[in-house]
């Protein structure tokens, strides 16, 4: 199975601030990753597929990119609506979430 | 619009089955496949197996291999996940997901999830 590790497990940070996230695969995935935002009690919401496509609707301060093994997901400009758990998600070979990221208020 | 429904909450004995459903609406459900992901409490996310809407074709995770059945009626367009010989650890929400591209596991619409409690 491929093993995804995202880093850090959580992070603060204050409106307007720049935010990045770094997961990495155990063996590369190629382009096949997918990042999620998760709220408390809510199903998980699709922001970008295929390392940097953003899904239809997500705000465009919301980027990703890297391939291979490494990829990162950048927040510009942090809302209030962003404070939230991220997850990574490799789609290479079956399927396997990252442990998390949460994003918190400073 | 999509939407993916599923059944209510349920409390099982350690050793027992449970069976979840999802019911699929607002897309040729022949199309997507789905997926099952789980969630214990605080934990992250573990994707757990996947059925074609297209030819019932299933994956699993290695993990639940002989554990985990999943299945589609498609005259209801609803699809099931039976876990078998359940334990404490199996507490989890449950959440059904469609397909954003056919065979992918890269998700687009999740179910609102189904809260399953093992306990003795």
């Known amino acids: 199975d491929i093993q995804m590790t995202q880093s850090p497990s959580t992070l603060s940070a204050s409106v307007g601030d720049r935010v990045t996230i770094t997961c990495r695969a155990s063996q590369s995935v190629g382009g096949w990753l997918a990042w999620y935002q998760q709220k408390p009690g809510k199903a998980p919401k699709l922001l970008i597929y295929e390392a940097s496509t953003l899904q239809i609707g997500v705000p465009s301060r919301f980027s990703g990119s890297g391939s291979g093994t490494d990829f990162t997901l950048t927040i510009s400009n942090v809302q209030p609506d962003d404070f939230a758990t991220y997850y990574c998600?490799?789609?290479?070979?079956?399927?396997?979430f990252g442990q998390g990221t949460k994003v918190d208020i400073q | 619009q999509v939407h993916l429904v599923q059944s209510g909450a349920e409390v099982m004995r350690p050793g027992a089955s449970v069976k979840v459903s999802c019911k699929a609406s607002g897309y040729t459900f022949s199309r997507y496949g789905i997926s099952w992901v789980r969630q214990a409490p605080g934990q992250g996310l573990e994707w757990m197996g996947w059925i074609s809407g297209y030819n019932e074709n299933t994956h699993h995770a290695q993990k639940f291999q002989g554990r985990v059945s999943v299945t589609t009626d498609t005259s209801t367009n609803t699809v099931y996940m039976e876990l078998r010989s359940l334990r404490s650890e199996d507490t989890a929400v449950y959440y059904c997901?469609?397909?954003?591209?056919?065979?992918?596991?890269?998700?687009?619409?999740w179910g609102q999830g189904t809260l399953v409690t093992v306990s003795s």
């Open positions: 998600q490799q789609y290479n070979s079956y399927s396997t």
């Open positions: 997901a469609r397909d954003r591209v056919d065979g992918t596991y890269n998700l687009d619409y």
